[in-house]
């Protein structure tokens, strides 16, 4: 079972650019969601989604954008990187109670 | 002052020492309380999941949880090399779809 996707693995990205993180899960939840991981700050919540057609904002949501077409799908996309975007970048997603969150493999993003 | 505290140290045991990871929180709203495991360079995966106070045994891995205190602790017994990794409490309301609040994560390096 693959659970979650993610691609790219890795980019080196120039700032001002724009980029989308793919998210794809073959477990049918209705819940997905984007979060960063930083060096002495943890795992914060960008966006997320309960259910395919809506999304909402987490913690720290400016710069970035989501959609929620489908079940399976939920690309970020960053419309002009900045050089703080500079992360790790991990999907989730969970059933509806959203307490059990199953995590992709991650995307390192490195905005110059 | 934040919602998870979380020594983030690193800690460093011998093979075979028993291991005790903790963190504090605040918001007595918290019900559900989780320990998730990361490997260097790997997405977060779910190790253990506990409601209210109690403790929860899974072979090495006990979960313990003291609401009264608003404290909760793994604890590793027979600590492998295959142990060492970032571990990262999370935890949540009660009631439909409720955010997760993850510590900032422990990192335990077992010695051979």
């Known amino acids: 079972t693959a659970g979650i996707t993610q691609a790219p693995t890795s980019q080196i990205l120039a700032a001002g650019r724009s980029m989308t993180l793919r998210c794809t899960q073959d477990?049918?939840?209705?819940?997905m969601y984007w979060y960063r991981q930083d060096l002495g700050l943890g795992l914060r919540l960008i966006h997320y989604?309960?259910?395919?057609?809506?999304?909402g904002k987490g913690e720290v949501p400016d710069g970035y954008s989501v959609s929620r077409a489908n079940t399976d799908d939920f690309p970020l996309t960053l419309a002009s990187a900045v050089p703080s975007q500079t992360s790790v970048y991990f999907c989730a997603s969970s059933d509806s109670r959203g307490r059990e969150q199953f995590f992709g493999p991650g995307t390192r993003l490195t905005v110059l | 002052q934040k919602e998870v505290e979380q020594d983030p140290g690193p800690l460093s045991v011998p093979e075979g020492a028993i291991v005790s990871l903790n963190c504090t929180y605040s918001n007595s709203a918290f019900q559900y309380f989780m320990w998730y495991r990361q490997y260097s360079r790997k997405g977060p995966e779910l190790l253990m999941y506990?409601?209210?106070?109690g403790n929860k045994e899974d072979g090495r891995f006990t979960a313990q949880v003291d609401k009264s205190s608003k404290y909760i602790s793994l604890f590793i017994r027979d600590s492998q090399p295959s142990d060492s990794a970032t571990y990262l409490c999370a935890m949540s309301g009660s009631g439909g779809y409720q955010k997760v609040t993850f510590g900032i994560g422990t990192k335990l390096q077992v010695i051979p």
């Open positions: 989604s309960n259910t395919a057609g809506t999304t």
């Open positions: 477990m049918r939840h209705n819940a």
């Open positions: 506990t409601y209210s106070s």
